[in-house]
């Protein structure tokens, strides 16, 4: 495939699903796991100055050994994956899929302090960004269908709580031609913290 081709997000996702892991993808995953481990605590806590400093410099050195190897989307495994660990991604607290059939999936997770709103409770962006990615695979369903987002509503019921574990509901409605309509539900227990309904477009050769 050349560059070209990738303009075509069908050509793109296709490509990107197509990952097998292996020992340096899961080690790849397993520094993911760092990162977030780092996330949760770097906002919990306020280091000295000579701290902060070392682990500037620290974090500074890694990102240039990083840069260094910048590779094009294409050829990159962030965002990749699959599975029941979800995929190669920090944007949400890592999903575990339980459940995947082509109309409905049981997901769950675990959110820890890098996602706090305030007062205790999740971020609502992070709620949104959550749904979007469940109901994302919802509309891919076992095919692996390419869609995109058209919309996304989200409804906050109670408190989404961090460092808890969170059942994740996802289910598609109905299908009219292109259009995938989906709901979510995100459950504490018997509590309903959130509800979602997202329209996904199936995407045709040639859009990005
Ligand atoms: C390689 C990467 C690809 C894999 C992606 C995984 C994605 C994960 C999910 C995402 O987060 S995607 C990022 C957020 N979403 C976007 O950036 C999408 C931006 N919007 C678009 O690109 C286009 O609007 C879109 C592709 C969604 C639709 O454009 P199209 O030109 O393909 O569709 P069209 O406008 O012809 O509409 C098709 C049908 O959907 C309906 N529709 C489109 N947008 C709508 C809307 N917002 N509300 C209600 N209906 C809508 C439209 O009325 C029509 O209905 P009918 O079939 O009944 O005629």
Request: aromatic share 8%; hydrophobic share 40%; net charge negative.
């Amino acid at each position: 495939m050349t560059s070209v081709d990738f303009v075509d997000a069908i050509a793109l996702a296709k490509h990107r699903q197509n990952f097998e892991e292996t020992e340096h993808t899961r080690a790849y995953r397993e520094m993911l796991a760092a990162v977030r481990g780092f996330q949760n605590a770097v906002v919990q806590a306020n280091p000295s100055p000579e701290q902060l400093e070392q682990m500037t410099t620290s974090l500074q050195q890694m990102q240039a050994m990083l840069e260094a190897q910048a590779l094009p989307e294409v050829e990159r495994w962030y965002g990749r994956g699959g599975g029941r660990d979800g995929k190669l991604q920090l944007v949400t607290p890592q999903l575990i899929f339980e459940e995947v059939e082509d109309d409905r999936i049981h997901a769950h997770t675990t959110a820890g302090e890098f996602y706090i709103g305030m007062n205790g409770a999740m971020h609502g962006g992070i709620v949104a960004t959550i749904f979007d990615a469940l109901l994302g695979r919802m509309a891919a369903g076992t095919q692996g269908r390419v869609c995109r987002t058209a919309y996304l509503t989200t409804e906050y019921k109670a408190i989404t709580p961090l460092n808890q574990r969170l059942d994740l509901v996802a289910k598609v409605e109905s299908v009219e031609r292109r259009k995938r309509f989906v709901t979510g539900q995100l459950w504490h227990g018997d509590t309903l913290c959130a509800t979602a309904d997202a329209l996904f477009i199936e995407m045709l050769p040639g859009q990005q």
